[in-house]
């Protein structure tokens, strides 16, 4: 046990801006560590979200803490939870607290509770952990859940019966914790998780909620497999939305995303909402306008632009096909089997092409402002992008001609 403090110890001084941290703790609350950091700290692995648990007022040790770092605050009021950022050091920050659930699904209402209360109302047991922070106690372990073993054994588990029908997106989370540790839940939490499919748990929780594990599972670099997972369990059918659990075609989403600079998690939606999406439920997500958009137009056009875009097609068509869609939708139509030599060509060179003159440029030369104008831009744009135009005088010579004969 001393061994695995002392391990704690110094890879908790290793994060970056701790050591700072560490010398302001003096006479406030006791402090610790929760949560996913510490089960990464144990294994090893780079900590992304810094979360600290306090045993008392968990508002007025914010104020204090980012008083003594010269930081700034931003208070939750909805869960009495702050973030405080000082330079390049944030973390969140929350008294201890019990949680009880009015309802399957809903978020949980909240009271002051000392730290095993805290760690015994967490996901699951290797989220279950927190290491102290203050004096002698620096890196000492409180593990009354069995976290640290379950990561020997490399296991997600529920520390409850309900802890699904509470919060049905911990099926969500607990895949996507089985891809990207490459764990497994052990068998009473697999059999909890298909329980909870068979009885349509994830239908109690709103559509924001679902957007956010579910974003989140597919950002993830093994999210086909996360999606094959949840077909396995039979969660991604009551999800809605029709979803298609085709996770060959969320692997090759995911690749197109990473060739072509797409958003990989908004692309993997795409791809599972299917060409003929449920637009209703897309919007039931609560994604950003230009977010909900580009997954509902990749889904649609991609199938139709793989079937259209060909290698031996001039660089103007090309343009004229991909220069008005999405990323994302350039990223899925590389999925559904497009060359990728055309769509990379647009992104790397044909994106960016532009003419040197403008409308402007054919008024001065005695071009009336008109439907005629714009094509003549159009044909020159067009000319130029098939190598036969270089210059600003060849497309100044060209545009009037067209606009000339045309008007």
Not at 182 to 205: I, N, Y
Not at 303 to 323: E, F, G, M, N
Not at 327 to 336: D, I, K, N, W
């Amino acid at each position: 046990m001393r061994k695995v403090q002392q391990e704690l110890r110094e890879r908790i001084r290793a994060l970056p801006g701790m050591e700072r941290l560490l010398r302001v703790l003096d006479g406030l609350p006791p402090a610790y560590l929760v949560g996913g950091a510490v089960r990464d700290l144990m294994l090893g692995e780079p900590v992304v979200d810094v979360d600290l648990a306090v045993e008392g007022d968990g508002p007025r040790t914010a104020r204090e803490l980012a008083a003594r770092l010269g930081g700034d605050l931003v208070p939750h009021e909805r869960f009495r939870t702050a973030t405080v950022r000082a330079g390049t050091l944030a973390f969140d920050i929350a008294a201890t607290r019990s949680e009880t659930y009015p309802e399957p699904g809903a978020l949980p209402m909240v009271r002051p509770a000392g730290l095993d209360e805290d760690l015994g109302r967490r996901d699951f047991a290797i989220n279950a952990m927190a290491a102290a922070l203050q004096g002698d106690e620096l890196g000492h372990l409180h593990d009354p859940h069995g976290g640290s073993a379950d990561l020997g054994a490399r296991v997600v588990r529920v520390l409850h019966d309900r802890s699904f029908v509470d919060d049905p997106t911990r099926l969500l989370r607990a895949v996507r914790y089985e891809v990207r540790l490459d764990f497994k839940m052990d068998e009473p939490t697999e059999e909890l998780a298909k329980e909870s499919a068979r009885r349509g748990a994830l239908a109690t929780v709103s559509g924001p909620r679902i957007r956010d594990e579910l974003l989140d599972l597919l950002a993830e670099h093994a999210a086909p497999r996360g999606v094959a997972r949840l077909v396995e369990l039979g969660l991604l059918e009551t999800l809605g939305g029709g979803l298609d659990g085709d996770a060959g075609l969320v692997a090759s989403a995911k690749l197109g995303a990473s060739e072509t600079g797409a958003d990989p998690a908004l692309t993997a939606l795409a791809a599972l909402v299917g060409s003929e999406p449920d637009a209703v439920w897309v919007e039931s997500l609560g994604l950003r306008a230009d977010e909900r958009d580009a997954v509902l137009r990749a889904a649609r056009k991609a199938p139709q632009l793989a079937k259209t875009v060909r290698d031996d097609l001039p660089d103007s068509v090309i343009h004229a096909l991909l220069h008005c869609e999405h990323l994302e939708t350039l990223a899925l139509t590389l999925a559904h089997g497009a060359p990728g030599g055309p769509i990379l060509r647009y992104l790397a060179d044909l994106r960016a092409v532009r003419l040197e003159i403008t409308g402007d440029d054919l008024v001065e030369a005695g071009i009336m402002p008109s439907a005629a104008l714009g094509r003549a831009l159009e044909e020159t744009l067009r000319k130029k992008l098939d190598g036969e135009l270089a210059g600003r005088e060849e497309e100044l010579r060209f545009a009037l001609e067209v606009a000339r004969s045309t008007s």
